[in-house]
């Protein structure tokens, strides 16, 4: 049987031995009585799982398991089966979390007489430089403001659907029967599109604790591959359909117009793949006018009319453009 837990901390490990230490040491502190560790492993060529075994042997918290399929949301649901905490919290394993920041969100989830279904923060992003950068979407929105408070956090245009930024109670996701899509590579857009849709009371957390690691060289994010291409558009567009469809949220013409923006950034990544694979790239953007319209957003706006008159192919090449000048300005 079992053993109950408030928190279960689920990180994915897979060819990452440079970085793991720095991320279990920084929630090892975190493993108390009530809140477990559990490392997935997957068929890793280097030594990660060597070490995610030591600290299992050397922490009484910190659980391994294989997990039972490939990619990184089959280690996550491996992770969620295998877990028994009221609340679940991801951490990718080449990443780290400020554990004072993060221990205080523990502590004010345990001892709150009125637990919320989801907690929303900022998060930091580290450049290979050493140089971070908080990304503020909540900022110093009141704890309690609800969804009502989302329209204005998300005014800035930022990735608010990485789920590391989140902490999740087990019975919302369990009640709207929230998973990760498998074999697909966007899958947190999907995964924060059903859950929002489920109309998850929440509370928000203004002291960042997530370190988010950008540029990595060899990061799955930072290899454009076809299928790639293919899932994020594939992943965005079944999102727009399924809050198209859903009256009951109130932010859905909010989510709309953030995932329009994001399909836009993505259409560079046709320059990025090989080109022996640019044309069947091309095709994963086909719907592109009806996936843009209608927009309320100033740049989605511009580019849909630029690529009206230039066509794909040219808003390909100036966003790819854009998004190398963006790199080199923030290294």
Known sequence: MKQK????????????????????????????????????????SDKSNEIAEQYARQY??????????????????CGVRHSS?????????DDFVDTINLAALLNKIRFSSNQADVYMSDYIQLFPSGKNKIVA???????????????????????FWNVWRYIYRRSFLQKNNISFLVNRTSEDID????????????????????????????????IVSLKRVQDVT??????????????????????????????????AMINEVAPAERKSAYIAFERWEEILQPAQDLIVTIFYL??????????????????????????
């Open 5 to 44: 837990f408030v928190f279960s901390i689920i990180i994915p490990v897979y060819q990452v031995e440079e970085y793991l230490p720095q991320c279990v040491d920084s929630v090892v502190p975190l493993a108390v009585e009530d809140c477990e560790i559990l490392l997935v492993l997957g068929k890793s």
């Open 60 to 77: 009484e918290r910190i659980r391994v398991v294989e997990q039972e399929g490939t990619g990184l949301s089959d280690a996550r649901n």
């Open 85 to 93: 905490g009221e609340y679940i919290i991801y951490i990718d394993s």
């Open 137 to 159: 979407q909540v900022g110093n929105t009141p704890i309690d403001a609800g969804l009502s408070a989302l329209p204005n956090a998300l005014k800035k245009k930022k990735c």
């Open 191 to 222: 995964y924060s599109t059903k859950v929002f849709v489920g109309n998850p009371q929440i509370e928000y957390w203004n002291k960042p604790y997530y370190y988010y690691r950008m540029q990595r060289s060899n990061s799955l994010m930072n």
């Open 234 to 267: 594939a992943v965005i567009e079944s999102s727009l359909y399924l809050l198209d469809k859903t009256e009951k949220f109130s932010c859905s013409s909010l989510f709309q117009e953030q995932f329009r923006f994001e399909y836009l950034l993505n259409i």
């Open 306 to 331: 630029f690529m009206r008159v230039f066509g794909l192919s040219a808003g390909a090449f100036v966003l790819s453009a854009l998004k190398k000048i963006k790199r080199r300005i923030t290294q």
